[in-house]
């Protein structure tokens, strides 16, 4: 017998439930279909830094397999061709769960079924399936830390192990993975990220065993410290579906055990994977998360539109270091800490009172990590539009979360080194210093490094004020 497994978000050989049942069954035809349709459909989830990412995790997992038959366009199409190429009959893939894979998924089983293929699903990128946890009262969770409670009352499945043998048949399909043109060049803006980063399954695990074994103890509070090495960076992993969160579950758990002085950061790892699944819970129960307020008061607020700001933002050009150097570790590293994307979402949505889609959409194609749930559901968070999300009127202040998460400045002379002669105190608040002491650093604001582009204390005013036009109408 001859299966296919569509590969799409779950490019790794263990604990992959469909590539286990093919492989178990006799020959496989292991197949990635690039839907470029479906990049710039209504629900893109593949940026720019995204397919940097896919360029070479399909080559590790092409590499892993010893073939993988590269297809572009509509998946039913090209899944038609290959079934008849290689005389499959039957398609296993894994589930995913944007809107539109729900959606396109559901009518490619249904026309396989009809046309007698087996066509099977499986739960693979998540713990538990978004519809297997309901509230007492048999609804979907809005508040995270119930849903956390109930989730821990599960048990987690063993991951599977790779399959011992894969046996490829033959297809005389496909193309090379440079036709798929997902690396950038003219400019090459991801030079150096190889240096970074190294997608696919191997480098998920080494990534998980460096973490569990150097950032793992003091998680729990160093995890806000972007200056430090206290996070997994896992989550372009996790996007991809390098790693299954079942690995990682089973895994940390295991290096737990004998380990009782990391117990405590090990559970809050663990639910902070759990913020994933609540994402993709709420994005499966309120599919229309990306492009909806989650609360329709905040449709009241009087956002503002402001071309100059917005570039501003994205370039690491506002005036307040902190914000700055965010932007520029994402634009260059393809990454952000997550205490660092807080604040400068803060930033925009609240400071510069621009609508938190602008931010999504530039972390939607500049992360590397970009995931349609966790990044809707956690700019609605910020923005606090969405489900369990802070409350709106909580604002960052920019220079008390520097001296607070970043003390001695280290984050923010590595991305903004010309801030980097500044004491640690300046160095959050470069604005507040007079143009002598700021020349005795080799600094003049406007020519090295801007001037803040709004004033912190009247634009905590001016957002409040148009929160009351929110609250006027809830
Ligand atoms: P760790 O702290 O090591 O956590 C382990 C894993 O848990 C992560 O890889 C991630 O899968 C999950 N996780 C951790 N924190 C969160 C969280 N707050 N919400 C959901 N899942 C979480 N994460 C994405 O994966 N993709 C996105 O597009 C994305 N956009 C974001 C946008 C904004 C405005 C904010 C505030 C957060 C966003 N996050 C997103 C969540 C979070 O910032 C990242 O998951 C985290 O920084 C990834 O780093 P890590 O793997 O080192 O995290």
């Not at 092409?62 to 572009?72: I, K, T």
């Not at 090495?229 to 790693?243: A, C, D, K, M, W």
């Not at 956690?378 to 009127?393: E, H, I, L, N, R």
């Not at 912190?456 to 957002?463: D, F, I, K, N, T």
Request: charged share 25%; glycine share 8%; aromatic share 12%.
């Amino acid at each position: 017998m001859t299966s296919i497994v569509w590969f799409r978000q779950d490019l790794r050989l263990a604990d992959n439930p469909a590539l286990a049942q093919a492989a178990q069954q006799g020959d496989v035809v292991p197949v990635f279909i690039l839907d470029e349709a479906e990049a710039l459909g209504a629900s893109p989830a593949l940026g720019g830094a995204g397919r940097w990412w896919l360029h070479h995790s399909l080559k590790a997992l092409g590499d892993d397999l010893g073939g993988l038959v590269l297809l572009r366009g509509d998946p039913a199409e090209q899944l038609a061709r290959v079934i008849e190429a290689a005389g499959a009959t039957a398609v296993y893939w894994n589930r995913c769960y944007e809107p539109h894979g729900i959606d396109r998924d559901t009518k490619i089983k249904a026309g396989l079924t009809a046309q007698g293929i087996e066509a099977t699903s499986f739960k693979a990128a998540l713990l538990h399936e978004p519809w297997q946890l309901e509230t007492k009262t048999g609804g979907p969770f809005k508040v995270y830390s119930p849903f956390w409670r109930a989730a821990l009352t599960r048990e987690v499945e063993a991951p599977l192990p790779r399959p011992s043998e894969t046996k490829l048949a033959d297809c005389s399909l496909g193309e090379s993975l440079e036709d798929f043109d997902l690396l950038p060049t003219a400019p090459n803006w991801a030079e150096g990220w190889e240096d970074l980063w190294q997608p696919g399954e191997a480098g998920a695990r080494d990534r998980l065993e460096e973490f569990l074994e150097e950032g793992l103890k003091g998680y729990g509070t160093l995890r806000n410290r972007p200056d430090l090495l206290n996070v997994s960076r896992l989550s372009p992993h996790l996007h991809f579906g390098e790693i299954s969160p079942r690995q990682i579950w089973a895994r940390t758990r295991f290096f737990e055990e004998d380990r009782p002085e990391v117990s405590k950061d090990a559970g809050k790892f663990l639910s902070e994977v759990g913020w994933r699944e609540f994402s993709y819970h709420l994005l499966y129960h309120f599919p229309t998360l990306p492009e909806k307020n989650w609360r329709p008061a905040f449709d009241n607020y009087p956002w503002r539109e402001s071309e100059e700001d917005l570039k501003a933002w994205q370039r690491g050009m506002t005036g307040y270091p902190i914000v700055d150097a965010g932007m520029r570790e994402l634009w260059q590293t393809g990454y952000m800490h997550n205490r660092v994307r807080m604040v400068v979402a803060s930033f925009l949505i609240k400071h510069l009172r621009l609508h938190w889609k602008h931010g999504e959409a530039w972390f939607r194609d500049t992360l590397l990590d970009a995931d349609l749930a966790n990044n809707s559901a956690s700019w609605q968070w910020v923005a606090g539009s969405g489900a369990d999300a802070a409350p709106y009127f909580r604002i960052f202040n920019p220079m008390t979360q520097g001296s607070k998460f970043d003390p001695d400045g280290i984050y923010v002379r590595r991305f903004c080194p010309e801030l980097s002669k500044l004491d640690n105190k300046a160095i959050h608040a470069p604005f507040e210093l007079t143009e002598i002491e700021l020349a005795a650093a080799g600094l003049k604001l406007g020519r090295d490094y801007p001037r803040p582009i709004v004033d912190h204390a009247q634009a905590r005013a001016a957002a409040l004020a148009g929160y009351n036009d929110v609250k006027a109408s809830s």
